[in-house]
């Protein structure tokens, strides 16, 4: 487990290293990589029900090729 002491050292490292103007750029970049992260998430789910929907009604309709050639 992480004590507050680490926490407190490991800030000092990331405002020294980085300066405290660019934290939230950094911040913010990450955050808005994640919101996209999620959507694409969830439109793919979407796109993989559209398309398991689709099968599905498929298999429910009769094969109406083989009226076709007959």
Same mark, same amino acid.
């Given at each position: 487990?992480?004590?507050?002491?680490?926490?407190?050292?490991?800030?000092?490292?990331?405002?020294?290293? !980085?300066?405290?103007?660019?934290?939230?750029?950094?911040?913010?970049?990450?955050?808005?990589?994640?919101?996209? !992260?999620?959507?694409?998430? &969830?439109?793919?789910?979407?796109?993989? &029900? @559209?398309?398991?929907?689709?099968?599905?009604?498929?298999?429910? @309709?009769?094969?109406?090729?083989?009226?076709? @050639?007959?």
């Amino acid at each position: 487990m992480v004590s507050m002491q680490n926490l407190i050292v490991i800030l000092i490292i990331v405002v020294l290293l !980085f300066g405290a103007k660019k934290i939230p750029e950094l911040a913010k970049g990450l955050g808005i990589g994640i919101k996209n !992260f999620k959507n694409a998430i &969830k439109e793919d789910e979407a796109e993989v &029900k @559209t398309i398991e929907g689709d099968k599905e009604k498929e298999a429910k @309709t009769p094969n109406n090729e083989s009226a076709k @050639t007959a």
